[in-house]
Every structure is written in C-alpha cells, then in structure tokens.
C-alpha cells in the first residue's frame, strides 16, 4: 500500500520555531531522510503551503485547520495521522511508516 507523507508549511517561519530550518527545508530534509532509509520504496512526498494550498479539498482543509488552529509547522501527516509539528522527529515518522509495511533497510 502506498502511503503520502505529507508536510504543511509556510515560507515565513511559525513564530514559536525560531532557529529552525523552514518548512521547504525541513521537506528536503524529509525527503532525502526517508529516502535513505527505505531505497526500495517509492514513498510518495508533498509540500503544502498552507496559505496557497492546492485545490484539493482534504489538503485544502487541513491547511486551514494549521492556520486556525495554531499548530507548530511544518506539519508532518501520513495518512491521516500528525506525526510531526514543528520539528519533527524522525524516529516517529519512520515508526509510522512501518506501520504501513515499509521495512527499513
């Protein structure tokens, strides 16, 4: 089954995230990280703004709920589960991944 990992962000950082990376880095970081760790998969990775969301209605949505409700971005969801706010972990994000099937190597 294929699962997307996808993170919310924004090109200003959230004001409680000073002295991280952005959300644009912090997906290219996501990225080459799950890459690394599961090669033999082809995880599909998305990058949402959450002030120009696509006009997907579920990313749209969830993009206003990060707006509304204040949360920490980049906002990291695989499925429909927050796995990450602010500056994600990547031990969370790969024991989520693995819940799927996806075995590291």
Not at 89 to 100: G, S
């Amino acid at each position: 089954m294929e699962v997307e990992v996808v993170i919310y962000g924004a090109e200003q950082l959230c004001p409680s995230c000073v002295n991280l990376p952005s959300s644009k880095e912090t997906f290219e970081w996501l990225e080459a990280a799950i890459s690394r760790k599961f090669p033999t998969y082809s995880i599909k990775m998305a990058y949402i703004d959450i002030h120009q969301p696509p006009n997907v209605s579920e990313k749209a949505a969830f993009a206003q709920r990060v707006i509304e409700e204040d949360m920490f971005y980049p906002v990291v969801v695989i499925g429909d589960k927050v796995v990450g706010e602010g500056n994600p972990r990547l031990k969370t994000i790969f024991a989520e991944l693995e819940k799927y099937g996806y075995k590291a190597l």
